[in-house]
Nanobody, 115 residues
């Protein structure tokens, strides 16, 4: 059982930056993969970025070169650095943890990008 709490969303103009964080209730080293997903109103939830125990990262084509996922094991926290934000990045961003016992999801943090 893992509790995930996202924070750091907000409103920003296009071209700006935000860095949401995901704080876990237990060591993130117990989790095979940590990831960020997003869901815009009326759309399907999609994977944005992930990082595994070997620090191998993977990104959706739409965010490659603009977003960076990272982790701080000492703080049990995963970050998503989002640069050069576009209006199409507007969505609720969710943190996901994959463990041997199944997936866990946070409640999400709203990111709104205006033109």
């Amino acid at each position: 059982q893992v509790q995930l709490v996202e924070s750091g969303g907000g409103s920003v103009q296009a071209g700006g930056s935000l860095t949401p964080s995901c704080a876990a209730s237990r060591s993130i080293l117990d989790m095979y993969t940590m990831g960020w997903y997003r869901q815009a109103t009326g759309d399907q939830r999609e994977r944005v970025a992930s990082i595994n125990l070997g620090c191998i990262t993977d990104y959706a084509d739409s965010v490659t070169g603009r977003f960076t996922i990272s982790r701080d094991e000492s703080k049990n926290t995963v970050y998503l650095q989002m640069n050069n934000l576009k209006t199409t990045d507007t969505a609720v961003y969710y943190c996901k943890s994959a463990t041997g016992y199944g997936p866990y999801w946070g409640q999400g943090t709203q990111v709104t990008v205006s033109s």
